[in-house]
C-alpha cells in the first residue's frame, strides 16, 4: 500500500528565503506526482506535475525535482513572499493498467512566511 | 479560465439524513473524482468514474455511497444515511484522460457537517 510522507510538518521562515520542502513515498511505481497549495478551508490548488519520466519541472519560483527511484521529491519556492503561506500536498499517481488516476495524499506542509 | 464547481459550499444535516453533494466538472474532462478530508487528515480518495461507471473505489466507499452523472454536467455524491464520522470536507476533482498524465483539478470543497 503506497504511503505519503512530507516533512517538515510545519515551517516558518522570513519573507525572501528559498526553501525546500519534501515529499517521500513508498512504492516506486508511481505514473506521476502532483504539488498541490491548500489555503485555510479551500479546496486544492494544483501547483505543478512531474510525470515520472522526468526530473522536474518549473512555474515561476517553484521548482519540483523527482527522483523516482529513491521514492522522495522535493518541491523548491524561491523567494519565498508571505503571499506563500498555505499548505503545500504532494500527491502520487499509481502506475498500471486498473489505475484510474486515484491519487495518494501526503499531510502536507504548513507554510508561513512572515514579513 | 475553465473550473470545478462545487454546491453547496457547506451542508449541515442531521446523523440518518441523506444528502447529496453536487459537482460540475471542467466541461472537457472524461475523468471524475471524489476525495474527502476529514479535519486534520490527509485528503483521501473515494471513488473515480470514467464513461459513466464507477472504475475504482476505496474501503470507505461502502453502501452508503454512490455516485451519479445524472446530466452531461453534473456528477453527484450521494450519502443515504449519514454518520457522524461523514463529517469531512469532501472535494470533487477531474482530468481531461488523455494518453499521458495530465493533472487533476479539484473544486472548492462541500464542507459536510453530520449533527
Excluded at chain 1, 516506486?28 to 504539488?35: E, F, G, P, R, V
Amino acid at each position: 500500500k503506497q504511503e505519503v510522507t512530507q516533512i517538515p510538518a510545519a515551517l516558518s521562515v522570513p519573507e525572501g528565503e528559498n526553501l525546500v520542502l519534501n515529499c517521500s513515498f513508498t512504492d516506486s511505481a508511481i505514473y506521476n506526482l502532483q504539488w498541490f497549495r491548500q489555503d485555510p478551508g479551500k479546496g486544492l490548488t494544483s501547483l505543478l506535475l512531474i510525470q515520472s519520466s522526468q526530473r522536474e519541472q518549473t512555474s515561476g519560483r517553484l521548482n519540483a525535482s523527482l527522483d523516482k527511484s529513491s521514492g522522495r521529491s522535493t518541491l523548491y519556492i524561491a523567494a519565498s513572499q508571505p503571499g506563500d503561506s498555505a499548505t503545500y500536498l504532494c500527491a502520487v499517481r499509481p502506475t498500471g493498467g486498473t489505475s484510474y488516476g486515484k491519487l495518494t495524499f501526503g499531510q502536507g506542509t504548513i507554510l508561513t512566511v512572515h514579513p | 479560465e475553465p473550473e470545478v464547481t462545487q454546491t453547496p459550499s457547506h451542508q449541515v444535516t442531521q446523523m440518518g439524513q441523506e444528502v447529496i453533494l453536487r459537482c460540475v466538472p471542467i466541461s472537457n474532462h472524461l475523468y471524475f473524482y471524489w476525495y474527502r478530508q476529514i479535519l486534520g487528515q490527509k485528503v483521501e480518495f473515494l471513488v473515480s468514474f470514467y464513461n459513466n461507471e464507477i472504475s475504482e473505489k476505496s474501503e470507505i466507499f461502502d453502501d452508503q455511497f454512490s455516485v451519479e452523472r445524472p446530466d452531461g454536467s453534473n456528477f453527484t455524491l450521494k450519502i443515504r444515511s449519514t454518520k457522524l464520522e461523514d463529517s469531512a470536507m469532501y472535494f470533487c476533482a477531474s482530468r481531461v484522460g488523455l494518453a499521458g498524465g495530465r493533472e487533476q483539478f479539484f473544486g472548492p470543497g462541500t464542507r459536510l457537517t453530520v449533527l
